[in-house]
């Protein structure tokens, strides 16, 4: 019995340790500049509680099979522990877990105890069920005012955030399903939902926010390889949670700059 | 101060229904409690064999269900969590194990309020009728997930299940809610003043210890849910706005202003996070008690797990925000919680240290309870070192709301908690039902279950890393998930083979209740004193002796002594001490 829990431990946890290792299954390649620092945060995390799993079960299985009780089995050691060894292991831990925590706070920091550098570009990011829209505040660089009472999600675009038309500075306000970004400019993103909680998730950028109705979250990120990204709806919304899905198109400044006139030019 | 004289006022009951309906005894409680969370489970984990067929085979027309509709699928999801976290996770180890155990390891004979026991079962189980009736109300049953965020949850018209049936959730987990909070007082009350002489708090067998501590979370956590409960069906019904601000849905402005959705979800989380432990910790009681038994050898650290024990406790108050990083909540506070959560993790090592070395250089043997307490480590360990991840912010933004995520806690809180409740029905089973249960299917159960637990759940960890976003019922319309189907698919047969075997010890337990061999008074040859009296107890746990304690709990090998354990009513032996 005690030879079959060791092998089954073991082969669960070499199996298991396999897969981390040979990255079968793992994040898309990092395309904004937070990614670095995140995964380098991640592949330390691993190390670490890599060993420590490894050990542990390892351990566990080697214990459970040595110990086994046989007719020739010696007398157990009678002891109630070891004050030492719990003091040794407690303070072990406690470096461990916390100055690890420590190391990961910075990037969180830089991420989002600052704002958004100056001249970063504008988008404004609503979520609604089951849709996501994007708002470019046009050449003004003023967003135009929007109204509940002029939401129409049925006719989508402008209509369906709620842009109030006869706001001078709405005149230039752009809206798409679809995001484009310009390549290795800061991006200010201003999160917003409508009616439920929503989350913004484009994993290959390492970036999540939660969009909730009532607050307008600022949160910057610098998209830095040319391409297209998916984005999902993290937050279970409703029916449709599992088609709220949307498209990033990270482009040259050129395309960025051409692309948007286009957008205004059919305003027009 | 109650004493166990006056506690124990009535008399062994007559008729049927005073014996095994409306029962004061807290055996029949405790057996009332069990029964209660095994129904809850075979319903729970029907949900979720549904959720993983239709995962796979969307389309398929399943007998007495049909086909399953996405939005059938989020109901599917929301009522499997609410019924396993609040009938299943903490009706199983505290309202049945404890109630059974607690009085009698400390040798009282009975809790220290019997009506109020009783009152406490009855009202879980209305709350579990109310739960099982938003099934078959118009529009069924709602589909906001078991953490119910609002508006979602706060509006009818936010999706179906979210009128009647979302009402009567609500009302189901409020009922829960109250049943809690006076079993918690029970539990307090009894372990701090219904101890035999001599059984000292620090003599207390550590399941105790974890009952005691279980309870105290559950009296400070249950009632502000219960409020956070009440606000979301004023919210609901009666026009309120505690939880929604100004919202459209589908074109129409709803009637709130000014509520916070993320006051839900403080709420939601300052019951929720010490939910985990009210889950788990009676478990790690049930896993000490255990290995100490099964390893012949006295736990190691008695006083490092009863401190481990209370600072989980005592931290697991101050981390529920570590589930709300990504909400748009200060990220200066997740700064906090961040290092709290970190916190946590210290005890819960040590724990697992303790564990190992109880093991170590003892004489182990390989009973069914003993199997499932040394798979409660492996998914302890398991479990627990995907929690410095998430609770790093910073590695919470690509794992936050992933299968990482749902791996992460069905590991820890979901299977661990279910191993301690198997190690316990194998462990107490001959106790309770005066049969022994048959060995050979409890090995082959645990193998099977402790496999097949792996192969559901390590996966998923590489799902959350492929950023496999959580309460999907269709992964075909984002490109990159659909590439992970196959490992999906994978799961889902994994937790067809898995729940399949799960009959192999319903049909044990059940077999054994009326066929199984006849138990001794002490099959395990264990120290505490349920081991002392006889089997099944007599109504009033000790044939109206009370006992007096003289030992430790864990007295096992203890050089000097004629057998190698010491019950704790046996005379102390010179070898024998109790230093920690």
């Not at chain 1, 088609?243 to 286009?262: I, N, P, R, T, Y």
């Not at chain 2, 929720?272 to 790690?284: K, Q």
């Not at chain 2, 989980?312 to 909540?329: K, L, N, T, Y």
């Not at chain 2, 302890?380 to 995907?386: A, N, P, Q, R, W």
Request: hydrophobic share 50%; charged share 10%.
């Amino acid at each position: 019995m005690g030879l079959a829990l060791l092998i089954l431990i073991w082969l669960i946890t070499l199996v298991s340790t396999y897969f981390f290792v040979a990255k079968t299954w793992w994040l898309p390649a990092g395309a904004a500049a937070a990614a670095q620092w995140i995964d380098g945060q991640f592949a330390l995390t691993f190390i670490l509680m890599g060993i420590v799993f490894l050990a542990a079960q390892l351990g566990l299985g080697y214990i459970v099979w040595k110990y086994k009780e046989t007719p020739s089995s010696p007398p157990v050691s009678y002891s109630h522990g070891n004050t030492k060894l719990e003091i040794i292991w407690t303070t072990l831990t406690a470096i461990l877990f916390i100055g690890l925590n420590l190391m990961g706070s910075t990037v969180w920091a830089s991420q989002r105890f600052a704002p958004a550098e100056a001249g970063a570009v504008q988008v404004e990011v609503t979520g609604m069920q089951f849709a996501w829209y994007f708002r470019y505040p046009g050449p003004d660089g003023k967003y135009g005012a929007t109204s509940p009472k002029l939401m129409d999600p049925s006719a989508g675009g402008e209509a369906a955030v709620g842009l109030n038309t006869s706001d001078p500075a709405a005149k230039d306000d752009v809206v798409t399903g679809t995001m484009y970004l310009p390549v290795n400019r800061e991006v200010d993103l201003s999160l917003r939902a409508v009616d439920v909680i929503h989350s913004f998730f484009v994993p290959s950028f390492r970036f999540k926010q939660d969009t909730v109705p009532g607050l307008n979250i600022h949160m910057h990120i610098k998209p830095t390889v040319i391409g297209d990204y998916e984005i999902a709806c993290a937050e279970l919304c409703g029916l449709g949670h599992y088609k709220m899905h949307g498209m990033v198109h990270v482009v040259s400044q050129e395309d960025f700059d051409k692309w948007l006139a286009a957008r205004e030019a059919e305003k027009q | 101060m109650a004493t166990p004289a006056t506690v124990h006022a009535h008399a062994a009951p007559q008729g049927f229904i005073r014996k095994y309906i409306f029962s004061l005894d807290h055996k029949v409680i405790g057996i009332q409690y069990f029964f209660l969370a095994l129904t809850a489970v075979f319903v729970g984990m029907f949900l979720s064999l549904l959720m993983r067929i239709h995962m796979i085979w969307p389309t398929a027309v399943l007998p007495l269900v049909g086909e399953i509709k996405p939005e059938t699928y989020l109901s599917l999801l929301t009522m499997h969590g609410t019924i396993m976290v609040f009938f299943v996770l903490t009706t199983a180890p505290q309202g049945g194990f404890g109630n059974y155990v607690l009085p009698i390891q400390i040798g009282a004979p009975d809790m220290a309020f019997p009506v109020l026991n009783m009152l406490s079962f009855w009202t879980t189980f209305v709350g579990f009728v109310v739960i099982i009736a938003a099934f078959f109300v118009t529009g069924g049953a709602p589909l906001h997930g078991w953490t119910g965020y609002p508006p979602l949850s706060a509006l009818q018209s936010a999706g179906p299940g979210e009128g009647l049936g979302a009402d009567l959730w609500i009302t189901s987990i409020a009922i829960f809610c109250i049943a809690s909070l006076m079993g918690a007082l029970n539990f307090i009350t009894t372990t701090l003043d219904l101890r035999a002489k001599g059984m000292t708090m620090m003599r207390m067998p550590l399941t105790v210890w974890s009952w005691f501590i279980t309870a105290i979370l559950g009296l400070l956590a249950f009632g502000v849910l219960l409020s956070a409960g009440i606000l979301l069906l004023l919210d609901r019904n009666f026009g309120t706005s505690f939880y929604v601000p100004l919202v459209v849905v589908n074109g129409q402005i709803m009637g709130h202003k000014g509520g916070s959705p993320l006051l839900w979800q403080h709420l939601f989380w300052f019951f929720g996070h010490p939910e985990v432990y009210i889950a788990i910790l009676p478990g790690m009681g049930v896993t000490s008690q255990i290995l100490s038994t099964f390893s012949r050898k006295p736990i190691f650290g008695y006083k490092a797990m009863v401190y481990a024990m209370l600072s989980i406790g005592f931290f697991g108050f101050m981390v529920w925000g570590h589930h709300m990083f990504m909400s748009g909540m200060s990220p200066y506070s997740a700064f906090a919680f961040s290092i709290l959560t970190m916190c946590i993790g210290v005890p819960s090592a040590i724990k697992t240290f303790n564990w190992l070395g109880t093991m170590w250089k003892g004489r182990i043997r390989f009973q069914t309870p003993m199997l499932y307490a040394i798979g409660f480590v492996s998914l302890f360990v398991s479990g627990g070192l995907s929690g410095p991840f998430l609770a790093q912010p910073v590695l919470d933004i690509p794992l936050h709301d992933t299968y990482f995520v749902v791996g992460h806690f069905h590991l820890i809180m979901g299977v661990a908690a279910i191993f301690g409740i198997f190690a316990a029905t194998y462990y107490w089973f001959p106790k309770m039902f005066g049969r022994m249960m048959n060995e050979t299917w409890g090995r082959i159960h645990f193998f099977i279950t402790l496999a097949g637990t792996y192969a559901i759940f390590m996966p998923m960890h590489y799902l959350g890393l492929a950023g496999q976003t959580r309460r999907y019922s269709q992964f075909t319309e984002v490109a990159y998930q659909a590439k992970l189907i196959p490992l999906q698919t994978f799961i889902t047969y994994a937790a067809i083979i898995t729940i399949s075997s799960q009959f192999i010890f319903v049909i044990n337990l059940f077999w054994s209740m009326f066929k199984g061999p006849k138990a001794s008074d002490n099959p395990w040859e264990s120290t505490t004193l349920e081991w002392t009296t006889s089997t099944p107890p007599p109504h009033d746990n000790f044939g109206g002796v009370t006992p007096v304690v003289h030992n430790g709990p864990y007295e096992y090998g203890v050089p000097g002594a004629k057998k190698d354990y010491l019950m704790q009513t046996d005379p102390p032996v010179d070898g024998g001490h109790e230093k920690g």
